[in-house]
């Protein structure tokens, strides 16, 4: 399987609204509404951020929300916080009973 | 809120086999609503899924590693462990246990601190 593709890198300044793209394809993102995001600090255990697409974890900010069209699953973070400066990664089931990751993006807060 | 927390040799020599268990806290790993997932992340790069298994048995691995992985549960111990054997350098990483949602939708929550695992003569 191959991994889903994100940006290396994506950078905003604080209180802008920056969007994170995963793409994958018809046998993963495109085929279940099972995406999954994941925020990593540096030396830390990566958090759930939001899953099934669009829905939050109990504690966690509703400055992060999800989205999906087709087999492009979208982060978004508003009001960019300095403390959001971490990688992001997103997550798919696929059709074969296996998940993936995407490779992971660094956001930068300027 | 269940904890996980990884165990093992922090040192394996090439071509050996890689044994770790997550001790599942707090929580029971007899549910049918989980998955009991292994998830590995090599020094500066991404993570990398290797697999699950759930109470019943059943397991998904990652094609890339199916050949060389074995995961099991033992619901006495409330414990479940990775192998993975003919290790080389590639397989040096941090690797984590995470509860895998199933039943409600598919996340990975909570994780294990993780532990590094250093494949070296």
């Known amino acids: 399987q191959s991994a889903l593709t994100q940006p290396a890198s994506v950078s905003g300044s604080p209180g802008q609204s920056i969007t994170i793209s995963c793409t994958g394809t018809?046998?993963?993102?495109?085929?279940?509404?099972?995406v999954s995001w994941y925020q990593q600090h540096p030396g830390k255990v990566p958090k759930l951020l939001i899953y099934n697409v669009n829905n939050r974890p109990s504690g966690v900010s509703n400055r992060f929300s999800g989205s999906k069209s087709g087999n492009t699953a979208s982060l978004i973070i508003s009001g960019l916080q300095t403390e959001d400066e971490a990688d992001y990664y997103c997550?798919?089931?696929?059709?074969?009973?296996?998940?993936?990751f995407g490779g992971g993006t660094k956001l930068t807060v300027l | 809120q269940e904890q996980l927390q990884e165990w093992g040799p922090g040192l394996v020599k090439p071509s050996q086999t890689l044994s770790l268990t997550c001790t599942v806290s707090d929580g029971s790993i007899t549910t049918n609503k989980y998955y009991w997932t292994w998830i590995r992340q090599p020094a500066g790069k991404g993570l990398e899924w290797i697999g699950r298994?759930?109470?019943?048995?059943?397991?998904n691995y990652n094609p890339s590693l199916k050949s060389r992985i074995t995961m099991s549960v033992d619901s006495s111990k409330n414990q479940f462990s990775l192998k993975l054997n003919s290790v080389t350098a590639a397989d040096t990483a941090i690797y984590y246990c995470?509860?895998?949602?199933?039943?409600?939708?598919?996340?990975?929550?909570?994780w294990g601190q993780g532990i590094l695992v250093t494949v070296s003569s």
């Open positions: 997550n798919s089931y696929t059709s074969s009973s296996t998940l993936v």
């Open positions: 018809s046998s993963d993102i495109g085929a279940y509404n099972y």
């Open positions: 298994i759930h109470i019943s048995g059943s397991t």
């Open positions: 995470a509860r895998n949602g199933h039943a409600t939708g598919v996340w990975l929550d909570p």
